[in-house]
């Protein structure tokens, strides 16, 4: 799989598997079917509660632990220093793993719900940034921060974000966000690119599908790509795991690709990390 360099000097695969709502007795098998079709970038969180039978997935995979890179993060109400400390040693443990290959705060402290919210993300910060330099963590980043919530992180922080983990399908390219991020060396990584599935809905897509002769979610996925952004695709159903990873092998022409960035439509969470009360 292609991989890109992040700016903490390692690589990241250019194509996620996700498991976002992939249930413990689910995920295990899963990841292990990803991983032998070719996936090898893993993405999870301590929110997901399914930690531990990824990190089986991993293991019965019969890839090597190096060979993997794995991605994981720290829920909002562990947010601190001494907390995010904590909870990385739990996800750790339920992993299995010695280290971790990207470790994030998987939403920002916001300034609607709490008057210090630039001491709490970046008291949060510091964790990632000591964890990194122990060698527990190869890289660490962030998910869902807007640059409201990123400028005044980077001004103070240690290490740099190596990646940004946002909402992005159709329709909700945050290009705002994207830019400022690659202009800054962070990677964007994209969540729900399908939009909870509302994609197929989209007549522009239907039509693109039926020209390629590809699936709606192999058109998404390879346009995700072709916007300098990395898709985490998810699935639980092997068939599709299949067609997701095939999506690597499409390359959309460049006025389609500029349609689909036209797109105006109303689809997805479309969430502002300012108004999420997790």
């Not at 996936?39 to 993997?68: K, L, M």
Request: aromatic residues 10%; contains cysteine.
């Amino acid at each position: 799989m292609k991989t890109i360099k992040l700016n903490s000097g390692h690589e990241i695969p250019y194509f996620g598997y996700g498991t976002w709502q992939t249930p413990e007795d689910e995920a295990q098998k899963a990841v292990e079917h990803a991983i032998r079709i070719g996936f090898n970038h893993i993405d999870t969180a301590a929110f997901y509660q399914n930690e531990q039978a990824v990190g089986q997935g991993i293991h019965h995979s019969g890839v090597r632990r190096e060979d993997i890179f794995l991605t994981t993060k720290v829920w909002n109400t562990e947010r601190g220093y001494n907390r995010t400390r904590r909870s990385f040693e739990e996800s750790l443990r339920k992993l299995d793993t010695p280290y971790v290959d990207l470790y994030l705060i998987h939403w920002p402290a916001n300034p609607f719900q709490f008057d210090n919210w630039k001491e709490i993300n970046l008291d949060t910060w510091r964790a990632l940034e000591d964890l990194q330099q122990e060698g527990l963590v190869r890289s660490i980043g962030v998910s869902n921060f807007m640059p409201r919530h990123l400028k005044p992180l980077m001004e103070k922080a240690r290490i740099m974000p190596a990646v940004n983990q946002i909402e992005y399908h159709p329709g909700w390219m945050q290009k705002e966000c994207v830019d400022f991020c690659q202009k800054n060396g962070i990677t964007v990584e994209g969540w729900s690119p399908l939009a909870q599935g509302d994609v197929f809905k989209v007549p522009l897509l239907q039509q693109m599908s039926q020209k390629y002769g590809k699936s709606i979610t192999q058109i998404v996925l390879s346009w995700v790509m072709a916007c300098g952004v990395i898709p985490l695709s998810k699935s639980v159903t092997p068939s599709r795991i299949e067609e997701n990873f095939q999506s690597m092998e499409l390359c959309l022409e460049k006025e389609d690709i500029e349609k689909i960035n036209s797109l105006d439509c109303n689809i997805g969470k479309c969430r502002n990390p300012d108004l999420v009360n997790y």
